[in-house]
Nanobody, 129 residues
Framework: RVQLVESGGGSVQAGGSLRLSCAVF????????MSWFRQAPGKEREGVAA????????YYTDSVKGRFTLSQDNAKNTLYLQMNSLKPEDTAMYFC??????????????????????WGQGTQVTVSS
């Protein structure tokens, strides 16, 4: 069974930075296609950043391009999301997600929640103005 555990959330002022971590426990074939999502109160879950298994491509939603960076340490089985120049609109619960396998996307693509079967419990990010 795969378990994802996020950490690193907190409260920061606008313009600040945070680095989220997602530790992966259990055997999985999908470490090359993991992602970060976020969900603000009253809004749908939104794909933020997704790594695809070609080894070189990461997708970002438009609102975070140039500010957020997804990275991964395979030796530590950990996924990261470096968030810089944070804005109040980045306030949300952030989740990491993994697919069952890194097969072809057929449920909306790398930033679609329907592609992912494993989810962490989330870590809260609050950005004040």
């Amino acid at each position: 069974r795969v378990q994802l555990v996020e950490s690193g959330g907190g409260s920061v002022q606008a313009g600040g930075s945070l680095r989220l971590s997602c530790a992966v426990f259990g055997a999985t074939d999908s470490t090359d296609c993991m992602s970060w999502f976020r969900q603000a109160p009253g809004k749908e879950r939104e794909g933020v950043a997704a790594r695809v298994p070609d080894g070189s491509t990461t997708y970002y939603t438009d609102s975070v391009k140039g500010r957020f960076t997804l990275s991964q340490d395979n030796a530590k089985n950990t996924l990261y999301l470096q968030m810089n120049s944070l804005k109040p609109e980045d306030t949300a619960m952030y989740f990491c997600a993994a697919r069952f396998t890194c097969s072809a996307y057929n449920r909306g693509g790398p930033l679609s929640a329907y592609e992912y079967g494993y989810w962490g419990q989330g870590t809260q990010v609050t950005v004040s103005s």
